[in-house]
C-alpha cells in the first residue's frame, strides 16, 4: 500500500509538473492577451510552488520506507522549491513590476532551468521503476 502511494504521488508530481510547465503556461499565452495571461499566471505560480512542495514532500515520506535514495530525491525537490516560491518569484515580479527586462529574463531563465531540473529528477525516479 505505501509503495502504491509513493509511486502515484511521484507520478502526480511528475505529471503536474509537466502539465504546468509545459501545458498551462502555454495555452494562457495562446488564448488570452499577454497582460491578462502574465497576471493570471503571477497568481497561479504560489499555488503551483506549494503543489510541488507538499506533493514531493508527501512523496519523500512514502518512499522513505523502501528506498533512501527515493526518498532524497523526492525530498531534495521539496526543500529547492521553498526558495524558488519564497525568494525567486518574489523577484521575478519584482523585475517585471520595474521593468528590468534582463534581470526577469535572467530569473525566469532560472526558475525554468530549476523546474526542469524538478521534472528530470521525477521522471529518471519513476523511469528507475520500469
Do not use: C
Not at 529547492?80 to 535572467?106: C, E, H, S, Y
Request: glycine residues 6%; proline residues 4%.
Amino acid at each position: 500500500m505505501i509503495l502504491s502511494l509513493a509511486v502515484l504521488s511521484t507520478a502526480l508530481l511528475f505529471g503536474g509538473m509537466t502539465l504546468y510547465a509545459f501545458g498551462f503556461a502555454a495555452f494562457l499565452f495562446a488564448s488570452l492577451p499577454a497582460e491578462t495571461a502574465g497576471a493570471t499566471l503571477r497568481r497561479a505560480f504560489p499555488w503551483f510552488y506549494t503543489f510541488v512542495m507538499a506533493t514531493s514532500a508527501a512523496a519523500a515520506l512514502l518512499w522513505w520506507p523502501r528506498d533512501a535514495v527515493f526518498a532524497a530525491v523526492m525530498a531534495a525537490v521539496a526543500v529547492t522549491t521553498v526558495p524558488l516560491r519564497q525568494l525567486l518569484m518574489p523577484a521575478i515580479n519584482r523585475a517585471t513590476d520595474t521593468g528590468l527586462r534582463q534581470r526577469f529574463k535572467w530569473l525566469h531563465g532560472l526558475s525554468v532551468a530549476v523546474t526542469l531540473g524538478h521534472i528530470a529528477a521525477t521522471g529518471w525516479l519513476l523511469s528507475q521503476l520500469a
